[in-house]
């Protein structure tokens, strides 16, 4: 079983600061990417910033220049910095892996339970 351990999410005001982060555990074999997507209320579910196995990352236009993804491989973790925030960035943030369990195995992709962000004054 793979598991997603989210954290970090809370209420903050506009132009804080909060850092969530996502832990990964379980039968891995290898982690293709690693990301974090985010869902207001009433709206589909939207890519925040996603980071590949070799480092590149991709961010959505709303964010950039203000959120950073990050990883560290040797505890399966990713993390993502937020700045600036706004209250336009209040939404579940969740976090996604795609890995496979076995060397030439299948990719999957798994979901974290959601971790709540609230900008406002």
């Known amino acids: 079983q793979v598991q997603l351990v989210e954290s970090g999410g809370g209420l903050v005001q506009p132009g804080g600061s909060l850092r969530l982060s996502c832990a990964v555990s379980?039968?891995?074999?290898?982690?293709?990417?690693m990301g974090w997507y985010r869902q207001a209320p009433g709206k589909q579910r939207e890519l925040v910033a996603t980071m590949i196995s070799g480092g590149s990352t991709n961010y959505a236009d709303s964010v950039k220049g203000r959120f950073t993804i990050s990883r560290d491989n040797a505890k399966n973790t990713v993390y993502l910095q937020m700045n600036s925030l706004k209250p336009e960035d209040t939404g579940v943030y969740y976090c996604k892996v795609d890995l496979r369990k076995e060397r030439y195995g299948l990719r999957y992709d798994y979901w974290g339970q959601g971790t709540q962000v609230t900008v406002s004054s």
């Open positions: 379980g039968s891995i074999f290898s982690i293709n990417s």
